[in-house]
Structures are given as C-alpha cells and as structure tokens.
C-alpha cells in the first residue's frame, strides 16, 4: 500500500451508532472523560471503589495501592478473596444460577451446554479431587489441555483451592513443556489423553510423558488425564489418573479457599527478548477485578449477551476472556474446540449464527485467513450466513492493518457493530488501549485511547513525552491493579524487562513501538520494538528460535533469526543460518531446511517454524564481531541493501544470504 492511501485509510472515523451508545456502560465521550477525570482526582479512590463495587471479599481491604518497592506494586494487599467464588458462587441465588455459562462445540460439530450452578458443581468436586491428590494452596499446577469446559474447570478448580495455574498451550512441544514444569515447580499436570483438532486425534498426554521423561521434573507427583476420546494412551501406575479416578465419590461442593488479594492466580509463560521465556505473574484481585471490568467497559456486556473469544486457554487472552471474565460477568460463552478451516473456512459464521454470538473476539491473523478463504470459494464467504445477532466485535494479538478492519466490519458487523481494537499483553493482565463500543469514533487500524486510570504515553528513550505524530516507544506511567507482579523466581529480570533505570525505574515499559495522531491523540501499534516477533497473533523471541536452531548441534554453528511483514500471519520468521559444513545448495539445501523447520518445531511448538531458511557461509557482521540484524531484515524482505555497509567485515556474504533455496 503507498503512503498516499495509507493516510486515506486512517482518515476515515466511524462515530459509535445510536444503537451502540444507548445503554452502554460508557455511553458516550463525556461518561469516559468523567471516568478519566475521576482517576486523575483520586487515583486511589477510583481504584478502590471499583474493586469494591465489582468484587467479592471475603476480607475487605483497607489499603488500595502501596507503591513503597516498586516496582513491585500492591493492590488491596490486606483484601481476602477467592476468583473462583467470584466467578460462580456470586451467581447462586440470582437469576444466572441457571442460566448457560459455556456453550461447548466440539471439533466434530456437536454441542454442549453447562449453567452456572452446573459448573460449580464440577468445579467444586474437580477441587476436591485435586486436594485428594494432596494439591494445596500455593502448589502450582500445570495445565496442558484442549479447549474444553474441563480445561476451564481445572484454572478455576485450581484458583478455588489456591493452586497457581500455569497453562501451557497444547501446540508446545514436550522440551517446552519440560521447563516450564520445571520453572514453575509443579506438583502435578493436568492434561488429556488426545485433542481433537481439524478431524484429527492430536496426542497430548504422550507429550507430557515425552516431558518428564526428559528428567528435572523432581517436584512433579501426578499427572491427572481427561479422556477426551475413547483412544487408549499411556499411565504410569501411582503417577498417572484418569479424571473419572480421581473425581469418583468427590462430593459437589467445596469451600473456595480466601487468598491475599496479591495471591498468584496463575503463571504464565511468554517470550521475551532473551532464549528464555518469562512466567508473567499475576494476583488474584487485581487481575480478577480488571477481568470483570474490561468485560464490562469494553465487551459492553448485557444479559442477554453471548460472547464468544476465539483464543486458547493457552494464551492470556483465554485467560482473560474465556476462562475468568465472562464467568465473573455472569454471561453465557461459547467455547469452541476446534479450527477456524475445519470443515471448511465458513466455521467461525457458522457457529455465529448457530448460537446468536452477539459480542465476537478474534485475531487479526484468523480474519485475514478467512478473507482470502472467502476470496477464493464464496461459499465460505460470512455473507452465506445470518450474522444479524452481532452487535460488538473485537480484535486482539497484533495490529490489524485497515483493509482486514474494513473487511470484518462490512462482512461480519454488516457496517454498525464497532470494532474494539484492543491493545494488551500477556504482563497488562487485560485490555490496556482500546475503544469503548459505545463511546469512542473509530478509525480503522487504531486502538485509540487508553481505558480510564491507564496512563499511557509515548515517550523517548529517557522517557520524555513525544508530542504527537512521532513514534516512540510506549510506556504505562502510573501502575494500574492487572499488571505482572514479577517474573516467576526472577524478580531482577523482572526490574530490567519492564522498568528501565534510564526512565527512573517506575514507568512500565510495554516493548511495543507506537505513534498518537495529531487530530485526536489515538494511539497506533506499529509494532514490537524489542527482540520479539508476532507470527499470527502468537508472541516469539527471535533469541528462542536462534538458540532452538544452534541447539542441533552436529550441523548448526550459528543462526540469526529476524521477522519480516507478512500479509496473512504479520510477521513471518526468516532464519539465517551458517551450518558446520559447506553452504549447501538446491535440494540439499531444501532438505536441511526443512529438517531445521521440524527440529525447531521440536524444541519449541510448531508456531515457531521459521518460513525462510537462508544458509550462508557466514552471517554479516561488523568488525567486532556484533552480528547486522538490520541488514538480515532488509535481505529478508527482499529489499535492496541501501544501508551503510562499511562496517561489514565480508560484504559478498549479503548476496548470498539473498539467495532463496
Ligand atoms: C501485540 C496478547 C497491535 C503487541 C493479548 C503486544 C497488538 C503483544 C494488539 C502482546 C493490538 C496485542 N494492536 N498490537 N490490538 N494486541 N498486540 O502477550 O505487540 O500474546 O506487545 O498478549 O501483541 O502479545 P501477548
């Protein structure tokens, strides 16, 4: 896209409808403003009444914010609560007790509902069953299951009996699975013995075994299976249980057990820019509390809602919204176990239309996916389908550039459902910049402002305000209750990863790149400015990859990975690699490339195959030795080196880097 409509494109503003304003939560700019007001004029106060009017305490709090060490910040530090009496016990004795929490669909088309008292029920006799299991408060846990209402039932059985949950998603390969067992210290993992993806039987449970069988896993004691087909798999005796083991004579009710407000809820693991991923730790009540209230601000969630988030529980977005926001609002979600293509790419309309999906939360990468699908066979195209019940869509995980923006609007929202492009991370605990369905004018490819108390700012690199229209990195200033408490057993890195000491050590570095616009101060992502690459919505360090690939240690000497844009997943990996052989060429060359794609899959999931794969006899470096990402960038690209390179120790390698295989 040239320049010239690029700003075309961002010009165009889409004022909320009266049908989205009315009855709204946020109805309106003057009722945001008036939030925004009220946070700047007594910060704590605003925090406090909040968490007082959208929680349950078994223990009221009396403090709202200590900021003495921060950056390690607590919120409500002397409040008791427990999520998951927030998430379903709240409900019993109102008119949700019967209502339908999860509407389930399989991978196979069929359906299954639960209510609210109903999930209580499994989720207090599966909490009884993991205390059986000797699982106490503060255990961590790890789960590695598909999307199912069990998943949901063991993060909440687990935040019911205190357990910290830390969920690793299904894709991840048992090396992955293996340290994270490890980090966390898990007493035990819940997993499945398959998962049912696109027709076929995926194996879990013997990924698990394949992970602990790679030893260090000393603090783990049990491994809880979910027969989710009928397919046998393998159990160690005294190590391995079935569900229906463990839960026989359980009774249904269980008392949730009141935790500290700052309680690790779960750990979550993530990249960042170093090989090693981050566990992102959260607490109980200010998560729990932002979980609720972006429900409420930014879904604009009403009774009669059905919501629907695509994402894994694997992700902080199935966290989020799957697993605790929507259940803290009371509202009926549809969980769906399988892929947006399967049978075929009208899926998502599909179930949009089967359960009347009012409020629907995807991925820029899924909606691009589904545009060229709709492009190449109309039959997929959600034009075949009633998507009338819509009202309020969403979009999360990466920017979504404005011609996929206009497509879901005109497609999808039919033009007048809004389109909430909200900005987050797995640290922010939930939505951070976003509009407010019934408030903000939109412009496609802009998540507009922050919510109200979010104090979010550009700034230079020693953390001075940018005046609008230039681009700088985003920074939080003020700390707000959601955020990451620490970085599981690495506080220090914690400290250097969010809270430079250049910028007095206090404001929340986001790691994201981005640019406010002079009309209306609207924020822009344009993307991360760290070591990190976003393939599909999904986080990976490039630092993760290169060490996956020098890991094969009989052919691989050294590896640089990049990203570069890509018009379906946003960006795609492009890997440079130099082998302990001569460069090879041709099919030796595809053959080696596609054994490091699978390799990499291996060690990491295969989210992380790098799409390009270029060998060279060596990589561009400057004389002392610091390899020239930036070079790497343009050669994967496919630009035209126009970058100084007299810095280069050997400039004939950049022609053969831009060799394809
Ligand atoms: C990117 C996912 C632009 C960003 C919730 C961030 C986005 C990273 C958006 C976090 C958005 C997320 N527009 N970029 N609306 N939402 N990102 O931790 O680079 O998996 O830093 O959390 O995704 O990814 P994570």
New binding site residues.
Partial sequence: MSAIESVLVENRVFPPSDAATRGARISGMAAYEALCKEAEKDFEGFWARLARENLDWTKPFTKTLNESSAPFYKWYEDGELNASANCLDKHIGTPVENKTAIVFEADDGSVSTVTYKDLLSRVARFANALKAQGIRKGDRVIVYMPMTIDGVVAMQACARIGATHSVVFGGFSAKALNERIIDAGAVSVITANFQMRGGKELPLKAIVDEAIGMGGCDTLRTVLVYMRTPSACNMVAGRDKTFEEVLKGQPDQCEPVSVNAEHPLFILY?SGSTGKPKG?QHSTGGYLLWASLTMQWTFDIRPEDVFWCTADIG???GHTYVAYGPLAVGATQVIFEGIPTYPNAGRFWQMIEKHKVTVFYTA?TAIRSLIKAAETDEKVHPKNWNLSSLRILG??????NPEAWMWYHRNVGGERCPIV????????GGHM??PLPGATPLVPGS?TLPLPGIIAAIVDESGKDLPNGSGGMLVVKRPWPSMIRTIWGDPERFKKSYFPPEMGGRIYL???GAVRDEQRGYFR?T??IDD?L?VS???LGTMEIESALVSKTDLVAEAAVVGRPDELTGEAICAFVVLKRPRPKGEEARQIASDLRNWVAKEIGPIAKPKDIRFGDNLPKTRSGKIMRRLLRSIAKGEAITQDTSTLENPAILEQLAEKN
């Fill in positions: 993530t992102v992700w902080v977005t820029p979009s999360v995980g990466e920017p979504i492009d909200t900005f987050w991370q797995t640290e922010t910049i976003t998540c986001a790691g994201d992502i993307g991360r990190v976003n919505g999904h986080r």
